[in-house]
């Protein structure tokens, strides 16, 4: 197990100084082409070298004709050629002494037939120069906090706190804009293709180290190093939570089998298991996937199952609730003193049970600091799910109400809205106890982007936030487990 | 003979599997409870074993190349006399033209609660354990988890924690919890076998049988002889 990620054969292909590129040209369709500009496009701060048999230079930087021609061996070579010349090229730029390659080209292994005997050739080359590649038939890195992006659509979004190894190249480009909206984002994504060189392993062990990243998310079709996998998992897992989606069916070489075990040892049952023993969490769906990924990244650990509710309206409070009894989360019954902290800002018509049903809230003050702050200070409470309607016009009479009579003023709506907002981030820390909303409002509006921004993680249902939450109950729990065979191996 | 010698003698010979009785000895030899059981040569040792065990008792035709046995009218149950030993050893025989080892004459485990255990060899996590839901339902009930191995008592636990007839090993209408710290150790011993021994591909204990004192024993077992991936 490393622990530097420039121990790692991923180190420059995530980080790399210089460059060369094979395959972008001045014509823009071409998908080299895209893949170049988005690299500058994101402002990445090393040297790019692009390669051209033809052009003088290419969206306005100096064109090399030759790998040799370059003025320095660059850390990293991409390559968005076609198929046939990916290994003369691989071999030529071997030669120069390059050391690391993303292969973006597609043809190889998943196209069966002589696309095998090609990835065999491919790697047999690599091995002759000691390098190690992503691909082939991949996007290869995103690195947001080095300002690299290999994928051809520009990045969105903030340097975040997700890293993700990806089987599939869409998980890796497609979601910047839907984690931008979510107020999250990756630190480093691999696209690993068909991970001739590098694959699965050899990423949880870089982003088990990678200082950015607080959550790994997976998205795992096959694990080819399966022995390996569980081993690095596990240790990986004592360090940060890891969530992946399994989607089944790619796996080679499945025998026959003679007995019933062995009929009955589909690979999605194998997997699950065996995704449980190694400390990840198996997210079912790409919305759980990084639904877990945010909360877990976000949130600190609870310290059991035990949730309360906050609610203004009955039905979403009591779907809530529904969801915790089907997700194993318990709610308790509140002793007589936090009975005694929230009743005041509970009216006639509300219920001071589990949930907590203001039925409508006329204070949003006691809404969004009284009463989740006396629910998180409660000793039977491990964690605090709030469903939350705040509509714009709400919000402007909410500040009307508490004296601002510039209410209009967009920028006192503002500073009002902050303190709301700076007051929850608060409890969070003062707490350190998960602290969740979900509304059915659109997430892209002022308030919850407000929450998010402040890593306060915002849901569209009970469902998703019930099984967010859930999830971190489930980390704490195959945590424990990890250190306590550990413990029991050690002595 | 020792277990090893068995199970080379079984790749020598081109044995697709072990016969049940065998596939016992190997388990015994990993401590995995099984049913008290002797292999006779004709009747009137049949009769004798079962006397020695005392009725009720089960029999049912051994061979290697017999795999499913309760398919083919090869299992006899709840066997109480000597007419009856007599009987049932006349109707197996007349089922069947494979050559048999032998009859085997066993205990019949008295039990409500059946489990399965097993081993499969998956090509990238190697040797895998599972336990599920046993019996003749098992694959309509298809309640499984699995392992890669070694599974420690912990991860057995937790493997029997994540089983959704998880009801079935507490206290069940008057029966005692089974004894969990043994059930864990069978699992677990099943990983071993699998890690221990490259011959074994796969095996199947179904049923596991949980007598109401919380006590279980291995009542039908199948080793399968292959190289694994791994």
């Known amino acids: 197990m490393i622990t530097e990620i420039n121990q790692s054969p991923l180190y420059s292909i995530a980080n790399p100084k210089s460059i060369a590129f094979f395959g972008a040209s001045n014509n823009f369709s071409a998908m080299g082409s895209n893949i170049f500009q988005s690299i500058f496009d994101l402002g990445f701060e090393g040297e ?12 306005g930087y100096k064109a090399y004709r030759d790998i040799m021609d370059l003025p320095v061996v660059p850390d990293l070579v991409i390559f968005v050629l076609p198929t046939r010349l990916i290994c003369d090229t691989m071999e030529a730029c071997g030669k120069k002494g390059i050391k690391h390659a993303i292969v973006v080209t597609a043809g190889f292994r998943e196209v069966g037939g002589e696309g095998l005997a090609l990835e ?15 691909g082939p038939n991949c996007l290869g890195v995103v690195n947001t906090h080095k300002k690299l992006n290999t994928t051809f659509l520009n990045m969105e979004g903030k340097p975040g706190f997700i890293g993700l190894a990806s089987q599939s190249g869409s998980l890796v480009t497609q979601m910047f804009n839907y984690l931008a909206e979510l107020g999250v984002g990756f630190s480093t994504a691999f696209s690993i293709g068909n991970g001739a060189s590098v694959d699965l392993v050899d990423c949880l062990e870089y982003l088990g180290a990678c200082p950015d990243t607080k959550v790994i998310g997976m998205y795992v079709e096959g694990i080819d190093r399966g022995r390996e996998f569980v081993e690095v998992a596990r240790a990986v897992s004592l360090k940060k939570p890891i969530v992946a989606l399994y989607v089944g069916g790619s796996e080679t070489g499945r025998k026959a089998t003679f007995s019933h075990t062995g009929s009955m040892a589909g690979p999605d049952k194998l997997y699950d298991g065996i995704l449980r023993q190694s400390g990840v969490i198996r997210a079912r769906s790409i919305t759980e996937l990084f639904d877990y990924c945010r909360i877990l990244g976000e949130l600190p650990v609870p310290q059991g199952n035990r949730i309360a509710i ?9 779907a809530a609730a529904d969801a915790c009894g089907r997700e194993g989360l318990e709610l308790p019954n509140f002793p007589q003193e936090t009975i005694d902290a929230i009743s005041e800002f509970i009216p006639q ?6 949930p907590v049903d203001l039925t409508y809230s006329k204070d949003q003050k006691a809404f969004f600091m009284g009463i989740p702050d006396a629910l998180l200070r409660s000793d039977v409470v491990d964690m605090l799910l709030m469903y939350y309607l705040v509509p714009d016009r709400m919000l402007k009479e909410a500040l009307g109400q508490i004296g601002n009579s510039e209410a209009d003023d967009e920028n006192q709506n503002m500073d009002v809205l902050n303190d709301y907002v700076a007051y929850m981030a608060q409890m969070l820390r003062q707490h350190k106890k998960p602290l ?9 509006e002022i308030f919850p982007q407000a929450l998010m921004a402040n890593g306060i993680p ?20 195959l945590n424990q487990k990890i250190q306590l065979q550990e413990k029991n191996l050690a002595s | 003979m020792d277990t090893q010698t068995l199970i080379d003698n079984a790749v020598e010979n081109g044995q697709k599997a072990l016969s049940e009785f065998d596939s016992k000895k190997i388990l015994a030899a990993y401590g995995i409870p099984v049913s008290q059981e002797y292999l006779a040569s004709d009747a009137k040792e049949a009769v004798q074993k079962a006397e020695e065990i005392g009725y009720p008792v089960v029999m049912k035709a051994c061979s290697h190349e017999i795999a499913h046995k309760t398919e083919g009218g090869l299992v006899e149950i709840s066997l109480n006399s000597t007419e009856e030993m007599k009987a049932a050893f006349e ?22 609660r059946e489990l ?19 019996g003749i339902m098992t694959e309509i009930i298809k309640d499984t988890c699995f392992r890669m191995a070694p599974v420690d008592e912990i991860e057995a636990l937790d493997m029997l924690e994540e089983f959704k007839s998880k009801d079935l090993l507490g206290p069940f209408r008057g029966n005692a919890p089974v004894d969990k710290k043994n059930l864990c150790n069978a699992i677990s011993a099943i990983g071993k076998i699998g890690l221990e021994n490259d011959d074994i591909s796969e095996i199947d204990i179904n049923p596991l049988i949980i007598r109401s004192d919380g006590t279980f024993a291995a009542v039908d077992a199948l080793i399968v002889i292959g190289r694994g991936t791994k």
């Open chain 1, 48 to 59: 790019l070298y692009p390669v051209h048999p033809k052009e003088e230079n290419v969206q």
């Open chain 1, 120 to 134: 065999e050739k491919l790697k047999g080359i690599a091995q002759k120069y000691g390098i190690r590649f992503a």
């Open chain 1, 310 to 318: 906050q609610t203004h309206s009955g039905g979403p409070g009591a």
């Open chain 1, 349 to 354: 018509t509300g219920s001071i049970n589990n």
């Open chain 1, 436 to 444: 969740v909303g979900f509304t059915f409002r659109n997430l892209s």
């Open chain 1, 458 to 477: 915002i849901f569209s249902s009970p469902e998703q936030g019930v099984r967010a939450l859930k999830s971190l109950v489930t980390y704490s729990r």
């Open chain 2, 91 to 112: 109707r197996i025989l007349t089922k069947t033209d494979t050559p048999l080892d032998g009859i085997l004459v066993q205990e019949m485990v008295a039990g409500k």
């Open chain 2, 116 to 134: 399965m255990l097993g081993l499969v060899r998956d090509p990238q996590f190697g040797p895998c354990v599972m336990v599920g839901f046993g």
